[in-house]
């Protein structure tokens, strides 16, 4: 028996500015895509997530692929500001800095991080975008850690390295740490991160 369609929520019905719409249509495709994946979500699944009709998500994005794309740029512009904005205000420990950047991004958007770290990579219409980033990440592990191992190829190594662990160490925490203990785990990932780099240094 076919279901009755839902209601239009208040969000629905209360006109919001235009950025603040687009905002939140993104958020709750995070949600949803994070949910049933790229090909199992529907833009009326989008719309049932964000309490909107279907015609208002049509008014922000033409596609669903536009829609997925959209939550990929804003988590990952908001990873690069979060890093800079902390690096311009670093005094020393750096990898806590990059670790504690990271984390505070995902437990604003912990959705829109899976899909960057985890799901887009096994999209092809996305998998181009999400290697991106990664590069992007990796050359700034190169340039921290690359000078004090002198090796290109085995900096290069390092760097990817460095970035599987700390986008896995965030990706564990999310599902099983307590938002409470955060400043334990950035601890803890932080002197691991700090026991890797010592141990791939070679002897003076």
Known sequence: MPTRPAAASPAARTQLPRDERRAQLIG??????????FAGTSMEDVAAEAGVTKLIVYRHFASKEELYRAVLERVSTDLRQ???????????DVPGLVIRSMLEVARRDPDAVRLLFVHARREPAFADYAAEHRS??????????GPFLGDAVVGAWAARTIVSY????????????EPERDDEFVRLATDGLAAMVLAWVPPA
């Open 136 to 145: 992007n990440a990796v050359a700034v592990a190169d340039a921290m850690v």
């Open 82 to 92: 979060t890093f800079w904005a902390r690096m311009a205000d670093a005094t020393g």
């Open 166 to 177: 700390l986008e896995n160490a965030l990706l564990v925490w999310l599902d099983e740490g």
């Open 28 to 37: 709750a495709a995070a949600v949803a895509f994070a949910r049933t994946g």
